[in-house]
């Protein structure tokens, strides 16, 4: 049976929707495959382990729920795989288990972008998902325009700027902006979930959202916003041998851009999100997962059939421009009257795991778990073949080496 470390949580504003993502992860793992061993990683950064992770209820008293769990960590030591506690006494071993492979399932800072999965790569532990570089790739909505305009995958018009720039350039930067011509969207460049997004019309609102970005990141994005927009959303997994395009979805907003709400609240209902776990199913005698899935939406969207065909094939090209693995969801724009098509963002660890995409498309959420698992012991096999350094040691050949590196 494979020990399975999900990682959740974290320090970062989509805390919570990571949470969410987990739990509805795990209820839909088959017990008698897997030993799942829930991590949580609190607001503070501080890890836990415990049975009671796995209920969403418990997370309302969440001092509570703490005291209930270990108090874990991992070291920096390459080829030890084992969760530690903190504190031990004589009935608990120092060793809480080893962990034959590690699923992150979290969104945004200190976990989607990347800096996990360096960790993951240092000690060698298989890992499900993005590497590091494609971590960092998607989490970066300039970089990613890089990417897709090197790779000739269509974005929309738009200038970048640090925080710093912004507070000792404004009006340069204003005149800038306004080269693209408005209506803006103004974006957190390393944000995802909506949060910090805001449109400007003119001048006045354009100050205020680069205000309202800069508090969140320090690279902030202006670009032009698509007329008679059309949101489109592709989930694709796999890796790059081998990966496949989901049924494309049309996130239904209330306003002119997709807000949090929209995606976690049901579009600000008053009931919020659904907490319910794939396939309506429980864990512990009670629902144990929330689901971005319950947000309105329509899939399969309307499209014209050449045109999600488009639209699942530039999916599949940013996935092997940017060296992609497990599941990732790509997110499109479209203009309704001229049918142009130009991408969003990347987003390498989507909330629900885009779960009902794949259960749309016709693939069981359990299966592809299964599939990007056995890829992630894979490409962990695969790098294990690879040169990591040479057996030659430079001291050893004669001569001196200075203080600064040169030779003597």
Wanted: glycine share 8%; net charge positive; hydrophobic share 40%.
């Amino acid at each position: 049976m494979i020990t399975l470390g999900v990682i959740f949580g974290g320090l970062s504003v989509e805390h919570e929707i990571s949470v969410i993502s987990a739990l509805q992860t795990i209820n839909a793992f088959p017990a008698f495959k897997y030993n799942i061993v829930p991590i949580y990683i609190s607001k503070e950064g501080e890890w836990y382990t415990g049975p009671g992770l796995t209920v969403v209820a418990n997370y309302r008293n969440m001092k509570k729920l703490l005291s209930w769990c270990d108090k874990v960590y991992m070291t920096p030591v390459r080829g030890d795989f084992n969760l530690y506690r903190y504190k031990t006494s004589m009935f608990k071993s120092k060793v809480v288990c080893k962990l034959d492979v590690i699923f992150p399932i979290l969104h945004g800072s200190y976990g989607e972008d990347g800096s996990l999965q360096g960790f993951f790569e240092m000690i060698g532990i298989p890992y499900v998902g993005s590497n590091l570089r494609a971590s960092n790739i998607a989490m970066d909505k300039v970089v990613t325009k890089y990417m897709c305009k090197a790779a000739g995958i269509p974005c929309v018009d738009y200038i970048w700027l640090t925080d710093k720039e912004w507070f000792e350039q404004k009006d340069a930067k204003i005149i800038d902006a306004e080269k693209i011509g408005y209506p803006l969207i103004v974006k957190p460049a390393t944000l995802g979930s909506s949060v910090g997004i805001s449109k400007a019309a003119n001048r006045e609102e354009l100050s205020d959202a680069i205000d309202l970005a800069s508090k969140f990141t320090n690279r902030i994005i202006v670009e032009k916003m698509v007329e008679n927009l059309q949101e489109i959303n592709c989930s694709v997994y796999g890796i790059y041998e081998k990966c496949f395009a989901s049924v494309l979805e049309e996130p239904v907003r209330t306003g002119d851009i997709l807000s949090y709400k929209d995606k976690y609240m049901g579009g600000g209902s008053s009931k919020g999100a659904k907490i319910s776990g794939a396939k309506g199913s429980k864990m512990g005698g009670s629902k144990a997962s929330g689901s971005m899935s319950d947000s309105q939406r329509k899939v399969p969207a309307d499209l014209p059939c050449e045109t999600a065909k488009l639209i699942q094939d530039l999916a599949i090209k940013a996935f092997r421009e940017m060296d992609a693995s497990g599941i990732i969801r790509i997110d499109f724009m479209r203009n309704r009257n001229t049918g142009e098509v130009f991408i969003n963002e990347i987003n390498s660890i989507p909330g629900s795991l885009s779960f009902y995409l794949w259960e749309a498309t016709g693939k069981k959420f359990v299966d592809v778990l299964d599939e990007i698992i056995d890829n992630a012991i894979k490409l962990s096999a695969e790098k294990k073949q690879l040169m990591l350094s040479y057996d030659q040691n430079i001291f050893a050949m004669g001569g001196t080496i200075g203080a600064k590196g040169s030779k003597r």
